[in-house]
């Protein structure tokens, strides 16, 4: 029992909180900047940071593959890192953030703050306490669950496998504390540390591999990847934590279970995160898919997948996720003012625009895999002949490029539709085709198992596609298959000029790393003139969308 004393000091900090709550509201700077400028430059910031932590974590892959290559320690790691990565996406900060802050900041805005601050103390102490439970009990059961996901590893290998994902668990409880931070922190407008802590994680496993793997022999030093990790997620942790001090949150050590409000918006978020943890966690299972595959095919397949995919996610990132991101708000308002017609014509043009982009870049994969895996990894351990296997295994993740941006957009058009176990289903489905199609295709190697993911996802689309086509009554198909033509002449052009350029000016220059950048650069850079080039003489519509928006910027 606590002493009168102890309670009344603890109503008191209470109260303090309070009242710096209400002189600090969400949305306010503390010297009463105006909000366009505090608005711009917090979107330049974070554009920057985000820019400079994706060059870091080509770095980062560039420098793990000059010591480790596509060898069996390497794929031993894949797996082991991929395992906490899964149940990071159930239960961690991808699934609890975006639950957590809608309650979070309703709270705010009503002007709740004991109970605001209640619920966050609250979910940082369960979730410490929930995934800590499961990282101990995962550490002491990995001897039996490892083996599931790597079933074509045996001895040595499987025993370090076992060894770094007990290793690796503990992040768990870091990202999970994590998106309760940056979910408060997100709720007071502040992105500035969220944005930054992805940078300095990248950076903190480049310093540590550079420092600690010289340390290790033999297969033993991919155990500084590992600790590279652990401390760069914590360091990814500080970061907004330290950050929280620009906010009047205090945090409390009770549980406040007994409080009715407090176990109500508990189980709110809990519930909210239901259909985005299945839908994170299926992705997620894929890529074990991948790899679970890749070990029965041979123990440098699944680090040759992984570091395939790595380049896969370049174009991902920089163009279908920031078309789907900027046009997710306005289809939401569409849904929302029920103008069905104007979501379906605002949607179809993003899936335009997408494969306006997307496709090309999969030509210039197609063409250019070797050049590019041999630029960015061939180094050090990388050898020339892991140069061929991950090259192969980029080519065929290039044909799922464009369905792979379509999906984004499409599952962000059926959460503006508020219907997000629609996709969830999809995402369930996709994740059975991928296991049936790299079931039957894993013995022609890494690209069979690659070209798995490309079948599913290309089902997945037509799947979202006929599901909407009767919701929206209708997705302009016709015009999207004209364009696409199009768009496809144009990048078969880029795909033949790409690659004439580099075979000529590879011969002329060789293959030191200027002359790598050299005719690579060329290369992509005529190719692009000539699809730009294309698409103008057959007047692709996106071509000057693009074109004006560039203007106004």
């Not at 239901?274 to 966690?281: A, Q």
């Not at 090259?391 to 957009?409: E, K, Q, R, V, Y």
């Not at 798995?452 to 596609?465: D, F, L, M, R, Y």
């Not at 293959?511 to 003489?537: D, E, M, N, P, W």
Request: charged share 15%; aromatic share 10%.
């Amino acid at each position: 029992m606590e002493t009168p004393e102890r309670q009344h000091d603890k109503e008191i900090a209470a109260d303090a909180a309070v009242r710096a709550a209400e002189a600090f509201e969400p949305g306010e700077e503390p010297m009463g900047d105006p909000a366009p400028g505090r608005i711009a430059r917090s979107t330049a910031f974070f554009s920057l940071a985000t820019t400079a932590s994706r060059i870091a974590g080509l770095v980062r892959e560039i420098v793990a593959a000059g010591y480790y290559g596509v060898s069996g320690p390497m794929s031993a790691f894949t797996i082991a890192f991929q395992v906490p990565n899964l149940v990071r996406s159930l239960f961690a900060d991808a699934a609890l953030q975006p639950a957590f802050v809608p309650i979070f900041t309703e709270q705010l805005e009503k002007k709740n703050y004991r109970e605001a601050f209640r619920l966050a103390s609250t979910l940082l102490l369960l979730v410490t306490l929930v995934l800590g439970a499961i990282t101990a009990l995962f550490v002491l059961v990995a001897p039996l669950i490892i083996p599931l996901f790597a079933p074509g590893f045996e001895g040595e290998l499987l025993d370090l496998t076992v060894t770094l994902s007990q290793v690796l668990f503990p992040i768990l409880i870091l990202l999970g504390i994590s998106g309760v931070v940056v979910g408060i922190l997100n709720s007071y407008d502040r992105f500035g540390a969220f944005a930054i802590a992805p940078l300095f994680w990248n950076l903190t496993i480049i310093l540590l591999l550079v420092v600690l793997a010289p340390m290790f022999e033999g297969q033993d030093r991919i155990y500084a990847y590992a600790i590279g990790i652990l401390a760069g997620t914590l360091v990814q942790l500080l970061i907004p934590v330290f950050d929280l001090r620009n906010t009047p949150f205090k945090f409390g050590w009770s549980l406040a279970w007994r409080d009715r409000d407090v176990r109500r918006d508990v189980k709110r978020v809990f519930l909210l995160m239901v259909p985005v943890t299945i839908s994170l966690g299926l992705i997620n299972f894929n890529l074990l898919i991948n790899s679970l595959f890749g070990t029965l095919v041979s123990d440098q397949a699944p680090a040759a997948i992984d570091k395939a995919f790595r380049i896969y996610q370049l174009p991902q990132g920089i163009f279908s996720v920031a078309i789907a991101t900027v046009l997710f708000p306005t289809l939401a308002r569409f849904a929302a003012r029920g103008e069905h017609d104007n979501l379906r014509a605002t949607m179809a043009n993003g899936m335009r625009q997408i494969l306006f982009v997307l496709v090309p870049a999969a030509a210039a994969v197609l063409v250019l895999s070797d050049p590019m895996i041999r630029l960015v990894y061939q180094r050090g351990e990388f050898t020339p002949e892991q140069t061929t296997l991950v090259a192969t295994a980029l080519f065929w993740f290039a044909f799922s490029l464009p369905t792979n941006g379509l999906f984004l957009l499409l599952t962000r058009t059926f959460f503006s539709l508020q219907r997000p176990w629609v996709p969830t289903g999809i995402a369930a489905a996709n994740l059975a085709v991928t296991a049936l199609a790299g079931f039957g295709l894993y013995h022609l190697g890494v690209g069979g198992i690659v070209a798995a993911t490309a079948i599913a996802t290309g089902v997945s689309v037509i799947a979202q596609c006929v599901i909407l086509r009767r919701f929206l009554g209708g997705l302009e198909l016709t015009r999207l298959a004209a364009t696409s033509a199009r768009i496809t002449l144009a990048a078969a052009a880029l795909a033949g000029v790409s690659f004439v350029v580099w075979d000529v000016l590879d011969s002329a220059l060789g293959r030191g790393l200027a002359g790598q950048i050299a005719s690579l650069g060329v290369a992509l850079g005529l190719g692009g003139l000539t699809y730009l080039g294309a698409a103008k003489l057959m007047k692709v519509a996106e071509l000057e969308q693009i074109t004006r928006l560039l203007r106004r910027r």
